[in-house]
Every structure is written in structure tokens, then in C-alpha cells.
């Protein structure tokens, strides 16, 4: 029997991403929790796995996949029912735009060696720190919006459930914990409540894993 491990955490986005995809696929894996605030992603042992340093990390029988993206797609080509995808090429080309613009242009922005490094290294203030997350994340979210205008139905692209919704709902989540004003993004908000109803979605979710502090469990 195949065995999968996914060393992430519990409340990572990325991390988020691949267990949610695991989840859809119907794919059973053991949750190696790796903490980000212990710094346990830049021990010898793991950057071994990653040499970024980042979660999550997917080892499938002892073949070892880095980045929430490698992921996503290795599990698409290995199982490739239900699709996280759409079948017409065009559209399958805007649900890569939606995932890179929060992959590339949000995500980062937040990512806690980032901000660490603009208080530690660069003098930034909490507040400053604040400021340079709504100034680039807002960016992203009016490009979204204006995006998902076009795309979007029930998900954000149509009504099929596909990729792009993995990444989205978990930045926004994000978005939330850095207290950013959704109000102005009507098209996003829908869409992140229809995630929310989903239950692989919420099987994933930060609040219900087994590293998730007693704090921050669902009730
Ligand atoms: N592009 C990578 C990014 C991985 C990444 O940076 N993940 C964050 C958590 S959401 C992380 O591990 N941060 C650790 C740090 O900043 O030290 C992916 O999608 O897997």
C-alpha cells in the first residue's frame, strides 16, 4: 500500500493547500507537523527534504515533493479523478492566473520570514509591518476581484471546485488574521464562503489539526 507523509503546519497556507488537495483526492497521509515558530523548517533534517526551508513537504513512497504547487500537481497527474482543473484550455489558463497571483504576488508578502526579517533586519515597526502587507495583499485582492468578476461562479472558475479555490480561500484566511477589510471585495467574500461550506475543506482547515493550539481549535 502507498504511503504518503505531508510535514506541514497547522496553519500555513500552503500547508492548507495540500492537505486540502489530499483531502479531495480521497488520499489518507500521516501529518508530520513541522513548527514554524519553534524555526523547526530550517533544521538540517528538514531542509534535507526542502532546501527552501518552507512547508509543506509530500513524501510519496520515499519520493520527496517540495512546494505546495509541485504538490498539487503531482497529485493531479497521480489521481486524476476528481479533477482540480478544468478540461478547456482557456480556462484552465485563468485558474493558473489566479493561483499565481496569490502565490506569487500575496502570499509571499506575508510569509513569516519576510516579516520577521523587516522588523529584525530592516528596523520596521509592527505597524510599518502591517502597512507593507495591506499595501501589496491590496494589490492583489483588487486584481482578483476584477478577475474572479469574469470567472467566477460558484468557485472561481464556474462551478467547478478546481485549484484555484485551494489557493485562494487560504490567503484569505490570512487576509482575516492580518485584519484586512474584505468589504470591497464582494466577488472573493461569496467564493470564500462557498469554500467554507465545503467539508474537505473544512476537514483542512487550520482549526482542526493535530498541531493546532488548544486556543485556536473549532469548538
Ligand atoms: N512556494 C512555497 C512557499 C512555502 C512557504 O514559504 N511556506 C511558508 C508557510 S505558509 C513557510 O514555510 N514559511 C516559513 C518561514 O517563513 O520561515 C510553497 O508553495 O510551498
New binding site residues.
Given amino acids: 500500500m502507498s504511503s504518503f507523509v505531508l510535514y506541514n503546519?497547522f496553519?500555513?497556507?500552503?500547508?492548507f493547500?495540500?492537505r486540502v488537495a489530499l483531502n479531495l483526492k480521497g488520499i489518507a497521509f500521516e501529518y508530520k507537523p513541522?513548527n514554524?515558530l519553534k524555526?523547526e523548517?530550517?533544521s538540517a533534517e528538514y531542509r534535507a527534504l526542502n532546501p527552501?526551508?518552507?512547508?509543506?513537504t509530500l513524501v510519496h513512497d520515499g519520493k520527496v515533493i517540495?512546494?505546495?504547487?509541485?504538490?498539487l500537481w503531482y497529485l493531479e497527474d497521480l489521481k486524476p479523478e476528481p479533477a482540480l482543473q478544468p478540461k478547456d484550455a482557456y480556462l484552465k489558463a485563468r485558474m493558473r492566473q489566479i493561483c499565481e497571483i496569490v502565490?506569487s504576488s500575496m502570499?509571499?508578502y506575508g510569509?513569516?520570514?519576510?516579516t520577521?526579517a523587516l522588523i529584525k533586519d530592516y528596523g520596521l515597526s509592527e505597524e510599518q509591518k502591517n502597512q507593507w502587507f495591506q499595501r501589496w495583499i491590496g494589490e492583489g485582492l483588487v486584481a482578483l476581484e476584477k478577475v474572479l468578476s469574469q470567472t467566477s461562479g460558484t468557485y472561481c472558475i464556474g462551478d467547478q471546485l478546481t485549484m484555484a479555490d485551494i489557493y485562494l480561500y487560504p490567503q484569505i484566511i490570512t487576509c482575516q488574521r492580518f485584519n484586512t477589510d474584505l468589504t470591497p471585495y464582494p466577488t472573493i467574500r461569496k467564493i470564500y464562503d462557498n469554500c467554507h461550506k465545503h467539508p474537505e475543506f473544512m476537514k483542512a482547515h487550520f482549526s482542526r489539526q493535530i498541531d493546532t493550539p488548544e486556543e485556536l481549535r473549532a469548538k
Fill in positions: 503546519y496553519r500555513s497556507s500552503t500547508s493547500r495540500a513541522i514554524l524555526d523548517q530550517h527552501m526551508g518552507g512547508i509543506p517540495p512546494d505546495s504547487s509541485a504538490i502565490n502570499h509571499p510569509n513569516l520570514k519576510i520577521k
